[in-house]
């Protein structure tokens, strides 16, 4: 079976969230962005799950956009982090340039199904 791409690394991004999270509340006592940036960079993954599991081209567009807000989200807070000094810019990059990568991933993704979504809307028309 082949490997999905952004199911992996949208995972292992989850894994490096929750502990960046820990890291932040037991190191820094940073517990109101660490909280944001949890939900953020947990949800891609969840939703990256569900759209492989969609009922239909429409549901997986709906839930592959979802996650790529929750990417763009979480990018602003890992920037917001580094920005305030609660992680140095050589603790932040590593996961910010994760991040990114993931954000570039999704967005090829939710616009080749928009076109596809579209050119099969115009053949079956």
Same mark, same amino acid.
């Given at each position: 079976?082949?490997? $999905? *791409?952004?199911?992996?690394?949208?995972? +292992?991004?989850?894994?490096? =969230?929750?502990? #960046?999270?820990?890291?932040?509340?037991? /190191?820094?006592?940073?517990?109101?962005?660490?909280?944001?940036?949890?939900?953020?960079?947990?949800?891609?993954?969840?939703?990256?799950?569900?759209?492989?599991?969609?009922?239909?081209?429409?549901?997986?567009?709906?839930?592959? $956009? *979802?996650?790529?807000?929750?990417?763009? +989200?979480?990018?602003?807070? =890992?920037?917001? #982090?580094?920005?305030?000094?609660?992680? /140095?810019?050589?603790?932040?990059?590593?996961?910010?340039?994760?991040?990114?990568?993931?954000?570039?991933?999704?967005?090829?993704?939710?616009?080749?199904?928009?076109?596809?979504?579209?050119?099969?809307?115009?053949?079956?028309?």
């Amino acid at each position: 079976m082949v490997e $999905n *791409i952004i199911m992996v690394k949208s995972f +292992e991004f989850a894994v490096s =969230i929750v502990k #960046l999270y820990q890291y932040l509340c037991s /190191s820094k006592k940073e517990y109101v962005l660490a909280k944001q940036l949890l939900r953020s960079g947990t949800s891609i993954g969840a939703n990256v799950k569900e759209a492989v599991n969609a009922q239909s081209r429409k549901d997986f567009i709906s839930k592959m $956009n *979802i996650a790529l807000k929750e990417a763009n +989200e979480c990018e602003y807070w =890992i920037e917001l #982090l580094i920005r305030t000094d609660y992680l /140095s810019e050589t603790e932040g990059l590593t996961i910010l340039n994760d991040c990114r990568e993931i954000n570039k991933i999704l967005s090829s993704i939710v616009k080749t199904s928009k076109k596809r979504q579209l050119i099969q809307k115009i053949i079956d028309d």
